[in-house]
């Protein structure tokens, strides 16, 4: 009958997932972020480990996942302790929480989602405050604010921008959109150019894809390099950018000790 279109993953019980992100560097291994704290899952084994230490670690609840291009940091979002920080290559982890007014808090920092906006930033959407921006290399955040919020509570849900610049927010039961404000913020957030691509979607080499080579488990937009056996005779670079027509694109390319010209 073959394998089933979809298949459940068993974690260890007790254990609610939240959300996931994929190893950037091996399709293999998925991140799982959960009720208590942040697993890695094995597609080949069908096993998981946890990277948190026994103890407070193990208590958090991960409301959402981004790891960087190259695996070895993964940021996350928690219920209590703000923003969340997980060296791969030390397995240390680090937590930054957000400035709130109130002085008897102590483990209460809720983010409930963020997105990323360029390479050392986060739109992030504080569950009980405004929206805001985390600077992840000095481990800072900066409150957005507009009179318009006032007519909403102080509870925000999502923050997103997309790759033209929109901005868009749910805030206390309110949805609100700026096509302006990143522009006259360009200085306190630039635009990440690298949203527009293009990207490598697919590499088909004699009308096989290569991402289903059994010796390859990573991304093909990570590949540097592919070495083709005497009967390998067809290679096809499939590509694309992100949210822009296609009919209004034209691409140019040339290959190295092949052609000189675009």
Do not use: C
Not at 142 to 163: C, E, M
Not at 241 to 255: C, E, F, H, P
Request: proline share 4%; aromatic share 14%; net charge negative.
């Amino acid at each position: 009958l073959g394998a089933r279109p979809i298949e459940k993953i068993d974690l260890p019980a007790g254990i609610v997932p939240s959300s996931f992100a994929e190893n950037p560097d091996d399709n293999r291994y998925t991140y799982i972020g959960t009720n208590a704290g942040l697993l890695e899952y094995d597609k080949q084994t069908g096993q998981s480990s946890n990277y948190f230490k026994d103890g407070l670690d193990k208590d958090i609840t991960i409301t959402h996942l981004d790891v960087s291009r190259f695996g070895s940091v993964v940021w996350f979002s928690t219920t209590t302790r703000g923003m969340g920080k997980l060296n791969l290559l030390t397995n240390r982890v680090s937590f930054f929480t957000y400035p709130t007014k109130s002085k008897n808090r102590k483990d209460d920092y809720r983010i409930n989602t963020f997105s990323r906006k360029s390479k050392d930033e986060f739109f992030v959407a504080i569950a009980d405050s405004l929206p805001a921006v985390f600077n992840s290399e000095i481990g800072s955040f900066s409150y957005i604010n507009d009179s318009v919020f006032h007519r909403t509570q102080n509870k925000t849900t999502d923050i997103k921008a997309d790759p033209f610049g929109n901005l868009y927010i749910t805030k206390g039961g309110g949805l609100y959109w700026s096509k302006t404000w990143i522009a006259k913020s360009s200085s306190f957030i630039p635009i990440d150019s690298s949203l527009f691509g293009p990207f490598i979607t697919d590499i088909v080499v004699n009308g096989i894809p290569y991402r289903l080579n059994e010796d390859f488990y990573g991304k093909i937009e990570m590949l540097k390099e592919i070495n083709l056996h005497h009967n390998e005779n067809t290679f096809t670079i499939h590509y694309s950018s992100r949210g822009i027509d296609a009919d209004s694109l034209q691409y140019a390319w040339k290959m190295d000790n092949y052609s000189d010209d675009w």
